[in-house]
């Protein structure tokens, strides 16, 4: 594999996304585990660049960062965990074997057996635009339905949010 | 600067470089270049905003270091470095000082995707204004964790009321953004400025301008919406902890950001660098976007210094009961009107290049449905403001009346 | 160019980063947050399959357009989720899930 900017990137994300990804779980303090998670999104967002989707990496931008970062940053103010919590973890050692046995399986048992010898080296040419996508949304043989949906079911988050932290007494 | 590395590119390998590096060396030097002009025109701004302030305060302003008081930001800049650099001791280290970098790299990444003249920008992202969109929200996160890792209840305070403040603004701005975006059929910002062609995006749609224009004021925190550094109230804000140059960076910051949405209102409405003879030359394109951009920068600057603060409350309830429904209204008139007229033969399906003369039915229409609007959003403030003075005048009526002891 | 193997590998850590988060953290924001990884893990893939898969001349549309309702999920996701953990707060002064157990037949 040659150095290029690619590979450089990939590199670069990639050390953003895991680090980011392990200050999360490992961190004691929760407002530092926002700002470690936004890391890590922020890397995700870079993997989109690289995969030539630049839409989604600017929307993961704008709701993770703008958006899902200060929302949990008020819940962790506003429910003041961090002095509370003495212990850090729980079932540890379960855990710790649980999740390393998914990543061998995810790793050994399906990515390499499945795409072993035939995973596809380069990417193809021609890739779609973000005009396409936008056009995919609204037709009627794309995804308008899921699209509509998605609408309603944000609309019903957004209300039932509001109604579920409203305080009673305000 | 793309026309200028392909030049550069050519020039390099001439010079006999090996072709990855003078591609390296070229890029670099556009980044320079892009990041250099916000960097240079901070510390003029400075200058221009606070001569223009005290104009309208009836004062002189700097006027001691050199040719009047030209280098006086340079002088302070010399100031803010000499100083003591404080970090107070119970803060988050890592957190509090990355976030004044943060803050300001959120601004200058802005200018990447900005386009100077037709030939000359740093990138032409497909997805420009979403592109704007996403860096303007670092500066929030910005706000935020300064506010956090300085371990003070009045920057906690401070941060609060600004995350709110921004958060809540944001929506407007976002779908005033999306009145160009419709009209050009592309968020490329090079596509939005060649779609203005015929007719600027400010006479085809002035109630998205004037919602983009109020709330990227809230935006950039000032006047009426200076919540963020409410001196009366706040002692200074999120920023109280900070000295030397992490607090000129916040403050560089909020200045560029000004500017920045001036240009950017220049690029979305005032057909960026359109004007008299700007195919003549790059230097003249160059002119006109700073012109424009300079123009409304020094409405902002007026309306800073001449309105009063907003309460907390009365700038949620403006953008929430107001900005929020007008805008969205906005995108339905728009979208609709558009659609129609196209579907008519009335306004050009592709406005990129169209002239001023296809334009005209469009721009009788669109203004038609904007006035509708504006006029019926200004019943109801005149309504609300009347009410509102008629419980005050019942309120006074009644203390007058009630007897003294 | 990066085969696509590097990619699921790095889906598949934060994957099970996320897994470790959600077994192992007491706090149910940072629950929260480590669904967030896992979500985020499951776009890489959905994503790099779309875009190294052999689209032809037709192009589709189907990793890419997933991914968007994904993250409309998670943000809706995150909106009534913490929103549930701020009552949870209020009405019983803890954020331990297992505390929560008020329901418990």
């Not at chain 1, 450089?8 to 470690?36: C, D, K, Y």
Request: hydrophobic residues 55%.
């Amino acid at each position: 594999m040659e150095l290029n900017a690619v590979t450089i990137g990939f590199a670069v994300f990639t050390i953003f996304t895991l680090g980011g990804g392990f200050g999360v779980v490992t961190t004691r303090n929760l407002f530092q585990g926002t700002i470690w998670l936004m890391v890590s999104l922020f890397g995700v967002a870079g993997y989109f660049i690289l995969l030539s989707a630049p839409f989604l990496a600017a929307v993961q931008i704008l709701v993770y960062i703008g958006a899902i970062a200060i929302l949990i940053t008020f819940a962790v103010m506003l429910t003041r965990s961090v002095t509370r919590i003495k212990v850090r973890y729980i079932r540890l050692l379960p855990s710790f074997i649980g999740s390393l046995l998914v990543f061998l399986i995810l790793l050994f048992g399906i990515t390499v057996p499945i795409f072993g010898g035939q995973l596809p080296e380069a990417a193809p040419q021609t890739v779609a635009s973000t005009r396409d996508l936008g056009a995919a949304l609204v037709s009627e043989h794309g995804y308008v339905v899921p699209f509509m949906l998605a609408s309603v079911l944000l609309t019903g988050a957004m209300i039932g949010a509001i109604f579920i932290a409203r305080d009673e007494k305000a | 600067m793309d026309n200028l590395c392909t030049g550069l590119c050519t020039l390099l390998l001439d010079g006999g470089f090996d072709a990855g590096l003078a591609q390296f060396l070229s890029l670099l030097v556009g980044v320079l270049l892009v990041s250099g002009v916000p960097l240079i025109t901070v510390i003029l701004l400075i200058w221009v905003e606070r001569k223009v302030a005290a104009r309208i305060q009836d004062r002189i302003g700097p006027n001691r270091v050199g040719p009047i008081g030209l280098l006086q930001t340079l002088a302070d800049m010399i100031k803010l470095l000499s100083k003591e650099d404080i970090t107070p001791t119970s803060a988050d280290r890592l957190l509090y000082n990355a976030a004044p970098l943060v803050s300001f790299a959120s601004v200058v990444l802005i200018w990447a995707v900005i386009p100077f003249t037709p030939f000359h920008y740093g990138v032409d992202l497909e997805i420009g204004a979403l592109y704007f969109v996403a860096i303007a929200s670092f500066g929030t996160l910005a706000i935020m964790v300064a506010g956090w890792a300085s371990n003070n209840k009045y920057a906690l305070l401070g941060a609060f009321r600004v995350v709110a403040l921004l958060v809540s603004y944001e929506v407007p701005l976002v779908f005033a953004l999306l009145a160009p975006v419709m009209l050009a059929g592309s968020m490329s910002l090079l596509d939005i400025v060649n779609a203005q062609s015929g007719m600027w995006f400010v006479i085809l749609s002035p109630l998205a301008f004037v919602i983009f224009y109020v709330s990227s004021q809230a935006e950039t925190g000032r006047a009426p919406f200076d919540l963020i550094e409410a001196e009366s109230e706040l002692v200074a804000g999120f920023n109280i902890e900070y000295s030397g140059m992490k607090f000129g960076m916040f403050f560089a910051a909020e200045f560029l950001h000004v500017f920045t949405n001036g240009i950017l209102m220049a690029i979305l409405f005032f057909g960026g660098w359109m004007g008299p003879l700007y195919y003549e030359s790059p230097l003249i394109a160059f002119a006109w976007l700073g012109a424009k951009g300079g123009l409304i920068y020094l409405t902002t600057l007026w309306l800073r210094n001449t309105v009063p603060r907003l309460r907390i409350d009365q700038i949620m309830a403006f953008n929430w009961k107001c900005l929020v429904p007008l805008s969205i209204a906005n995108i339905v008139a728009v979208s609709l009107a558009l659609k129609v007229l196209q579907e008519l033969d009335l306004a050009p399906r592709q406005l990129i290049g169209a002239g001023i003369g296809e334009m005209l039915p469009t721009t009788v229409v669109m203004l038609l449905i904007n006035g509708a609007i504006g006029l019926y959003l200004l019943g109801i403030l005149r309504r609300r403001g009347q009410e509102a003075r008629r419980e005050f005048q019942a309120a006074s009526q009644a203390y007058a009346a009630a007897p003294a002891d | 160019m990066v085969p696509l193997w590097m990619y699921l590998a790095v889906a598949a850590a934060l994957f099970s980063l996320g897994v470790f988060g959600v077994l192992a953290r007491r706090n149910a924001v940072a629950i929260l947050m480590s669904v967030e990884l896992m979500l985020n893990a499951v776009n890489i893939n959905l994503v790099a399959f779309w875009r190294y898969s052999e689209t032809g001349t037709d192009l589709l549309l189907n990793g890419y357009a997933f991914t968007a309702f994904v993250l409309i999920v998670a943000a809706a996701e995150a909106a009534v989720g913490l929103a549930i953990i701020i009552t949870v707060y209020r009405n019983r002064r803890s954020v331990i899930p297992e505390e929560a157990t008020a329901l418990k037949g």
